[in-house]
T-cell receptor, first 115, second 113 residues
Framework: AQSVTQLDSQVPVFEEAPVELRCNYS??????LFWYVQYPNQGLQLLLK??????LVKGINGFEAEFNKSQTSFHLRKPSVHISDTAEYFC?????????????FGTGTQLKVEL | DGGITQSPKYLFRKEGQNVTLSCEQN?????MYWYRQDPGQGLRLIYY???????QKGDIAEGYSVSREKKESFPLTVTSAQKNPTAFYLC????????????FGSGTRLTVV
């Protein structure tokens, strides 16, 4: 079975500073990878996804992520954060085949952007 | 506009009562999902349905039940057998293939007192 580890439960950062949110996955077969964002008391919104091809994936709101197969990682980055980026971020994985079209989520990372 | 509607947004129930959470989508998506969210635990899959009249248990199905009689609707019943039902519940749908990602509803916060 696949699993996702988000090592940092909280990441504080000053506005306009860069940020990296870490995600590692475990799977014996090939996977799709996703990052979602959740604002308080709302559902999740897709930020970006890696399906195949270029390992650097660009998403909405200036975020990007890099797939590293050898390190089984899919870290999320933004070069300069804004107050409005304060939210919880979830990494998710799905098996390409045999996964029943299900997403397995990590435990989330709370990004807090401070002035 | 197309989307997923979860209702109500907040729900209070007494311990021992069953309660049903509504999830309706007008996206014409085949697959629908229910997740439970607790602080520090991320999202855990309760039930999912790939097509009408068919559904499968997820990782934490005990104490929950679902039905999928219509493509648009996937209600979740939290039964009295669920030992710790207070949580934030999220419904999602997808076009059928997960590589398109999920569309989420805005959630229902259930509090059992």
């Amino acid at each position: 079975a696949q699993s996702v580890t988000q090592l940092d439960s909280q990441v504080p950062v000053f506005e306009e500073a860069p940020v990296e949110l870490r995600c590692n996955y475990s799977s014996s077969v090939s996977v799709y990878l996703f990052w979602y964002v959740q604002y308080p008391n709302q559902g999740l919104q897709l930020l970006l996804k890696y399906l195949s091809g270029s390992t650097l994936v660009k998403g909405i709101n200036g975020f990007e992520a890099e797939f590293n197969k050898s390190q089984t990682s899919f870290h999320l980055r933004k070069p300069s954060v804004h107050i409005s980026d304060t939210a919880e971020y979830f990494c998710a994985v799905s098996l390409i085949t045999g996964g029943g079209n299900k997403l397995t989520f990590g435990t989330g990372t709370q990004l807090k952007v401070e002035l | 506009d197309g989307g997923i509607t979860q209702s109500p947004k907040y729900l209070f129930r007494k311990e021992g009562q069953n309660v049903t959470l509504s999830c309706e989508q007008n996206l014409n998506h085949d697959a629908m999902y229910w997740y439970r969210q607790d602080p520090g635990q991320g999202l855990r899959l309760i039930y999912y349905s790939q097509i009408v009249n068919d559904f499968q248990k997820g990782d934490i199905a005990e104490g929950y039940s679902v039905s999928r009689e219509k493509k648009e609707s996937f209600p979740l019943t939290v039964t009295s057998a669920q030992k710790n039902p207070t949580a934030f519940y999220l419904c999602a749908s997808s076009i059928g293939s997960v590589n398109y990602g999920y569309t989420f509803g805005s959630g229902t916060r259930l509090t059992v007192v």
